[in-house]
């Protein structure tokens, strides 16, 4: 069994130390006295439920700071899990801030697949893996499902790779091992979901890898299993601290109460209205069970939002009021004034992008009497990554500066993934999805016939593919060209293993050394194709990146972890991300495009999980709008080009739960006034537009345009795709939570006219006049 690293005791302690010295810092007198109670209950459970942009980050993240300062524990004895790698980084800094130093004793400040993964490295044994285990992506994953299904001489048309993949993900995030699914779950697959997941976990162990869920399934295994480990680290954690509770999955949720177990000592902080994951497993009733998993918890709760202006907040106090299961928070803020939340539709998604684009100029140069803004305080929030692709190329036609944040999608490309593919290969000798993706790239006379050779060979030897080759080498299996470049490739690879933390030679070089002797840059220097200068650029940018880390097998770590891809140049940049990815950042200005039902809120999503599925997407939205501090802009557009072919859509649903006050419905460009669209030679000119406009049918873009003429639209309420109607008085729905001066709050239960009669939680049922009842979360200011 691995012990502690003393020398990281040892660095921890000298950062106390310095801690220590900073006290002092007035860093509590900037909490309000909710968050100041939360930080100073140093021991013992405590739960912070509150809404959007409340402080719970700052108090967590100020917790950190009290606990380093009060000498509580050292920096490597706290465990704070967060969501993102880059919300870790911000933590990370933050601390360094309010320290008055660049923190870098933290080892377990990170995401809970980062923190897994030095766990499983220590004990990876323990579950029959070397420690030098491979962490497949999802492409891998997949890749070697279909050949376990193949195996079983499945059909794969019916019964998808990709369909057995979320099935055993969803397995793991609950933390099941193949033994214990339980019977319930038998049918799965076509009665064949179990059998396989257990020959998937024993394939990957024999190719020494695991996938994502692993990472923690395995910790959890080992802490179930190994009561000596697990006293280990409930010891050496004194402190454990979580952000974003509310989308723990079961796994995650097990992890932490084990290793909270004995002293108790977390603090958990979330706002069950930004539940985003439970398409992942995630559970929002871990967040609701708090109290119950650790009794005598302190509760803390947040109601002032520091954040967003009123209009943001009413904006998204108004459509997460159209969910039913809630705990139901009030938010207020102390700001005032501030633009109201900005609605405008176009004629199709390329529009929209261009729009956007001249708005960020825009904003940029300074525009209605606001300051000059950097691209760094704007933000793109998309809902499905797709959208990206025409604000990408938008940008990159007007040179607008842009990073993606949340998919790896640098790392995505091919050329990428084959470079990588190499990289592995030479830190896992026995990473056998590397070596088949690799060994006939370039082109090496190495085909099906030649590949089936080898894979017999390391199969009937029980070795790897690496190994199997030399065997069929060595036995003159293989002849030919086919035999010398194989052997060449054999050689090339040992050769690179040696110089692998090599003093003569940096890592960085050892990577260019592979890519040349490989033969896999000249192959893409002798491609004529229009992609090829491109691709070289990539690999070059590869390389580059490596040089923030110091050897291939950190780099290979982080890349399989990685969420963020920020190019690490000094430009401004626009963020362009999708909503899940924006959970617990913030930004000035916000821009929500494609808020078309069936894009958002996702059909999918609706098809799979019904109204639960809708509520997600509700709290998705909610998540958007409470991004924004300022400005916040929601668009739609009434045509979408989807999978090559044209669409009409219709405004989201979620439109027409903005509370209308806090709206200003803009007229797009184009139309009625104007704009570029007049003057775009690309767009047809204003007249053209406007004769399209008329023929074209769609009934989402007959309400944009009537919404747009200002002219209500009068539809039932229950209507699924009613419209903001600007000039009526608010109005109320069946089940809706409400609050009464003098009753308190309660639940409508009949509508007659203008009186409501509502079921009140205290004071019985009663009839009154609707204006005198406002939402149970309208805000007070
Ligand atoms: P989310 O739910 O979106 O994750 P949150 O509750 O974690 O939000 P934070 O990100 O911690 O909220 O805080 C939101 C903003 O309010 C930040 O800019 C933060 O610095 C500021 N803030 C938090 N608490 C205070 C306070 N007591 N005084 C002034 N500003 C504060
Ligand atoms: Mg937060």
């Given at each position: 069994?691995?012990?502690?690293?003393?020398?990281?005791?040892?660095?921890?302690?000298?950062?106390?130390a310095?801690?220590?010295?900073?006290?002092?810092?007035?860093?509590?007198?900037?909490?309000?006295?909710?968050?100041?109670?939360?930080?100073e209950?140093?021991?013992?459970?405590?739960?912070?439920?509150?809404g959007?942009?409340?402080?719970?980050?700052?108090?967590?993240?100020?917790?950190?700071?009290?606990?380093?300062?009060?000498?509580?524990?050292?920096?490597?004895?706290?465990?704070?899990?967060?969501?993102?790698?880059?919300?870790?980084?911000?933590?990370?800094?933050?601390?360094?801030r309010?320290?008055?130093?660049?923190?870098?004793?933290?080892?377990?400040?990170?995401?809970?697949?980062?923190?897994?993964?030095?766990?499983?490295?220590?004990?990876?044994?323990?579950?029959?893996?070397?420690s030098?285990?491979?962490?497949?992506?999802?492409?891998?994953?997949?890749?070697l499902?279909?050949?376990?299904?193949?195996l079983?001489?499945i059909?794969?048309?019916?019964?998808?790779?990709?369909?057995?993949a979320?099935?055993?993900?969803?397995?793991?995030?609950?933390?099941?091992?193949p033994?214990?699914?339980?019977?319930?779950e038998a049918?799965?697959?076509?009665?064949r979901?179990?059998?396989?997941?257990?020959?998937y976990?024993?394939?990957?162990?024999?190719?020494n890898?695991?996938?994502?869920?692993?990472?923690?399934?395995?910790?959890?295994?080992?802490?179930?299993?190994?009561?000596?480990?697990?006293?280990?680290?409930?010891?050496?954690?004194?402190?454990?601290?979580v952000?974003?509770?509310?989308?723990?999955?079961?796994?995650?949720?097990?992890?932490?109460?084990?290793?909270?177990?004995?002293h108790?000592?977390?603090?958990?902080?979330?706002?069950?209205?930004?539940?985003?994951?439970?398409?992942?497993?995630?559970?929002?009733?871990?967040?609701?069970?708090?109290?119950?998993?650790?009794?005598?918890?302190?509760?803390?709760?947040?109601?002032?939002?520091?954040?967003?202006?009123?209009?943001?907040?009413?904006?998204?106090?108004?459509?997460?009021?159209?969910?039913?299961?809630?705990?139901?928070?009030?938010?207020?803020?102390?700001?005032?004034?501030?633009?109201?939340v900005?609605?405008?539709?176009?004629?199709?998604?390329?529009?929209?992008?261009?729009?956007?684009?001249?708005?960020?100029?825009?904003?940029?140069?300074?525009?209605?009497?606001?300051?000059?803004?950097?691209?760094?305080?704007?933000?793109?929030?998309?809902?499905?990554?797709?959208?990206?692709?025409?604000?990408?190329?938008?940008f990159?036609?007007?040179?607008?500066?842009?990073?993606?944040?949340?998919?790896?999608?640098?790392?995505?490309?091919?050329?990428?993934?084959?470079?990588?593919?190499?990289?592995?290969?030479?830190?896992?000798?026995?990473?056998?999805?590397?070596?088949?993706?690799?060994?006939?790239?370039?082109?090496?006379g190495?085909?099906?016939?030649?590949?089936?050779?080898?894979?017999?060979?390391?199969?009937?030897?029980?070795?790897?593919?690496?190994?199997?080759?030399?065997?069929?080498?060595?036995?003159?299996?293989?002849?030919?060209?086919?035999?010398?470049?194989?052997?060449?490739?054999?050689?090339?690879?040992?050769?690179?293993?040696?110089?692998?933390?090599?003093?003569?030679?940096?890592?960085?070089?050892?990577?260019?050394?592979?890519?040349?002797?490989?033969?896999?840059?000249?192959?893409?220097?002798?491609d004529?194709?229009?992609?090829?200068?491109?691709?070289?650029?990539?690999?070059?940018?590869?390389?580059?990146?490596?040089?923030?880390?110091?050897?291939?097998?950190?780099f290979?770590?982080?890349?399989?972890?990685?969420?963020?891809?920020?190019?690490?140049?000094?430009?401004?940049?626009?963020?362009?991300?999708?909503?899940?990815?924006?959970?617990?950042?913030?930004?000035?200005?916000?821009?929500?495009?494609?808020?078309?039902?069936?894009?958002?809120?996702?059909?999918?999503?609706?098809?799979?999980?019904?109204?639960?599925?809708?509520?997600?997407?509700?709290?998705?939205?909610?998540?958007?709008?409470?991004?924004?501090?300022?400005?916040?802009?929601?668009?739609?557009?009434?045509?979408?080009?989807?999978?090559?072919?044209?669409?009409?859509?219709?405004?989201?649903?979620?439109?027409?739960?903005?509370?209308?006050?806090?709206?200003?419905?803009?007229?797009?460009?184009?139309?009625?006034?104007?704009g570029y669209?007049?003057?775009?030679?690309?767009?047809?000119?204003?007249?053209?537009?406007?004769?399209?406009?008329?023929?074209?049918?769609?009934p989402?873009?007959?309400?944009?345009?009537?919404?747009?003429?200002?002219?209500?639209?009068?539809?039932?309420?229950?209507?699924?795709?009613?419209?903001?109607?600007?000039?009526?008085?608010?109005?109320?729905?069946?089940?809706?939570?409400?609050?009464?001066?003098?009753?308190?709050?309660?639940?409508?239960?009949?509508?007659?006219?203008?009186?409501?009669?509502i079921?009140?939680?205290?004071a019985?049922?009663?009839?009154?006049?609707?204006?005198?009842?406002s939402?149970?979360?309208?805000?007070?200011?």
């Amino acid at each position: 069994m691995s012990s502690f690293d003393e020398s990281e005791a040892f660095e921890g302690a000298s950062l106390a130390a310095r801690a220590m010295a900073a006290r002092g810092h007035p860093y509590l007198n900037e909490l309000n006295p909710a968050q100041r109670d939360a930080v100073e209950a140093l021991d013992g459970p405590v739960l912070m439920l509150a809404g959007a942009g409340t402080g719970k980050t700052k108090a967590l993240t100020t917790r950190i700071v009290h606990l380093l300062n009060t000498g509580k524990a050292r920096p490597n004895e706290i465990l704070a899990v967060t969501f993102t790698n880059k919300a870790a980084r911000e933590m990370k800094e933050r601390v360094g801030r309010m320290l008055g130093q660049a923190i870098e004793g933290m080892p377990w400040l990170g995401t809970f697949h980062a923190i897994c993964v030095k766990l499983l490295r220590r004990h990876a044994e323990l579950v029959g893996l070397k420690s030098n285990f491979t962490i497949l992506d999802t492409d891998d994953q997949l890749r070697l499902l279909k050949q376990l299904i193949a195996l079983e001489n499945i059909d794969d048309k019916r019964w998808p790779a990709r369909m057995l993949a979320g099935i055993i993900d969803n397995w793991k995030n609950r933390a099941w091992t193949p033994e214990k699914v339980p019977a319930s779950e038998a049918s799965a697959y076509n009665q064949r979901g179990v059998e396989i997941y257990a020959q998937y976990q024993a394939r990957l162990k024999e190719l020494n890898a695991v996938d994502f869920g692993d990472l923690l399934l395995h910790v959890v295994e080992i802490f179930r299993a190994h009561q000596d480990v697990l006293e280990q680290y409930q010891r050496w954690f004194r402190y454990i601290l979580v952000d974003e509770y509310q989308d723990t999955n079961v796994a995650q949720y097990l992890w932490l109460r084990l290793l909270a177990g004995a002293h108790k000592n977390i603090c958990c902080v979330g706002d069950d209205d930004q539940s985003i994951y439970g398409w992942r497993g995630a559970e929002v009733g871990n967040i609701l069970r708090f109290e119950k998993d650790f009794p005598g918890a302190k509760v803390v709760r947040l109601e002032q939002n520091y954040r967003s202006t009123p209009h943001i907040l009413g904006a998204a106090g108004g459509v997460i009021r159209g969910n039913e299961s809630r705990l139901g928070k009030e938010l207020w803020t102390e700001k005032d004034g501030g633009e109201k939340v900005r609605l405008i539709g176009h004629w199709d998604g390329e529009e929209e992008a261009r729009w956007i684009g001249d708005e960020l100029e825009s904003l940029q140069r300074g525009t209605r009497g606001l300051e000059p803004k950097s691209l760094e305080d704007m933000a793109i929030l998309v809902r499905a990554s797709h959208q990206m692709r025409a604000f990408e190329d938008r940008f990159l036609t007007i040179g607008l500066p842009y990073r993606v944040i949340g998919g790896p999608r640098f790392y995505e490309r091919m050329e990428i993934r084959d470079a990588m593919a190499y990289f592995r290969l030479v830190v896992s000798p026995d990473d056998d999805l590397a070596f088949e993706r690799i060994v006939n790239t370039p082109k090496r006379g190495l085909g099906d016939v030649a590949q089936k050779k080898i894979q017999y060979a390391a199969r009937s030897n029980g070795v790897s593919l690496v190994d199997g080759a030399r065997i069929l080498l060595d036995s003159k299996g293989l002849g030919g060209k086919g035999a010398v470049e194989l052997g060449r490739l054999i050689e090339g690879l040992e050769r690179w293993r040696r110089m692998v933390g090599s003093p003569d030679r940096s890592h960085v070089e050892l990577a260019e050394i592979i890519l040349d002797e490989s033969g896999y840059t000249t192959m893409w220097q002798n491609d004529k194709t229009p992609e090829a200068p491109g691709r070289l650029e990539n690999l070059k940018e590869l390389v580059k990146a490596l040089e923030a880390f110091e050897n291939l097998q950190g780099f290979l770590e982080h890349i399989s972890l990685v969420m963020d891809n920020d190019q690490a140049d000094g430009d401004e940049k626009v963020s362009i991300m999708t909503l899940h990815a924006a959970k617990g950042l913030e930004f000035p200005a916000v821009f929500l495009p494609g808020w078309e039902d069936g894009l958002f809120p996702s059909q999918r999503s609706m098809d799979e999980s019904g109204i639960k599925g809708l509520e997600e997407e509700r709290r998705l939205a909610y998540v958007g709008i409470t991004r924004a501090e300022e400005l916040c802009t929601i668009s739609f557009a009434g045509n979408r080009r989807l999978y090559g072919q044209w669409q009409s859509a219709m405004p989201s649903r979620f439109i027409d739960e903005l509370p209308e006050q806090h709206v200003e419905v803009l007229t797009p460009p184009g139309l009625y006034g104007g704009g570029y669209g007049a003057a775009n030679p690309v767009g047809g000119g204003l007249e053209a537009r406007v004769a399209e406009a008329n023929v074209y049918n769609s009934p989402g873009w007959k309400r944009m345009q009537d919404r747009i003429k200002d002219r209500p639209v009068s539809q039932p309420k229950e209507s699924r795709n009613q419209v903001i109607d600007l000039d009526a008085v608010s109005s109320h729905v069946m089940g809706e939570r409400v609050f009464h001066q003098k009753f308190g709050y309660g639940e409508i239960i009949g509508i007659e006219g203008d009186k409501l009669e509502i079921a009140f939680d205290k004071a019985g049922t009663k009839k009154v006049i609707s204006k005198f009842v406002s939402g149970a979360d309208d805000i007070p200011f």
